[in-house]
């Protein structure tokens, strides 16, 4: 069998909102009985038929690079976990449904990975104000994913969804709520399994359909990060 080619998704969001259970769910399609600890960078990888079903179905393998770390973490902390931002070719934004915060900081984990982060300027926005020119000339392709939906109680998740929404609006990016314990929420032809495929392919059309690729080159020239030198460490 032919190598297959690949791209790379960053997973990105602060500690605790779930990234490491949804990456196993993408990739594994079962939950992640006993998250643990992740120490600088966790890869792990889809298998993804892009345009399955059309005469231009290909597979492609999708790494999903789950960061750790802390949005606010110092200079030097996230000068060392840039090295993972380098060549990517999409980006997925988690947060925590039930916590406010990790949804206002997908904002700086955004920026910060797109190498726009230069000068912290504390950006922390609430109820939609956001300069959304920050991503006017944005060409990598974005997904919101919210998670722990089942923790939110019916009388209340009308309310919470609807303070969410802006985000994906504010990204240009289609969102997924889900529960990373529960498969069914990424069940075949469900909407959520349809907007993640619809991602994935916007994913490859960019980095392999399209003439420069749109990936973003920064931190090329530095070597490749290894070695733990990352101590910031999250719970998933």
């Known amino acids: 069998m032919a190598a297959l080619d690949r791209v790379k998704v960053l997973v990105l969001g602060d500690s605790g909102v779930g990234k490491s259970s949804l990456v196993h ?63 990517l070719n999409g980006i997925i934004l988690v947060h925590d449904l039930t916590n406010k915060k990790s949804s206002q900081n997908l904002y700086r984990w955004s920026l910060e990975a797109l190498n726009r982060d230069v000068a912290p ?8 104000d956001y300069d ?37 609006e504010d990204f240009n990016a289609e969102e997924i709520n889900l529960d990373c314990t529960n ?9 959520n399994a349809v907007k993640l495929s619809r991602f994935f392919d916007k994913v490859i059309e960019k980095r392999y359909f399209l003439r420069d690729g749109n990936q973003i080159p920064g931190f090329t020239e530095r070597k490749r990060f290894g070695g733990g030198a990352l101590k910031s460490l999250h719970y998933d």
């Not at 890869?43 to 606010?72: A, F, N």
């Not at 920050?134 to 609807?162: H, S, Y």
């Not at 498969?183 to 909407?191: D, N």
Request: charged share 20%; hydrophobic share 35%; aromatic share 8%.
């Open 25 to 87: 769910l993408l990739c594994q399609n079962q939950m992640l009985g006993n998250p643990s600890w992740t120490v600088g960078c966790s890869v792990d990888v889809r298998i993804h038929d892009y345009k399955e079903g059309t005469p231009e179905e290909k597979t492609y393998y999708i790494e999903l690079w789950d960061v750790g770390g802390s949005v606010g973490s110092a200079t030097s902390v996230k000068s060392t976990r840039a090295v993972f931002y380098n060549l």
């Open 121 to 128: 300027t504390g950006v922390l926005v609430t109820n939609g």
């Open 132 to 168: 959304r020119e920050q991503f006017a000339d944005n060409q990598i392709p974005l997904l919101v994913i919210g998670t722990k939906l089942d923790q939110i109680p019916e009388t209340k998740r009308n309310e919470v969804l609807t303070r969410t929404a802006f985000l994906a």
């Open 183 to 191: 498969p069914r929420y990424l069940a075949a032809g469900s909407s």
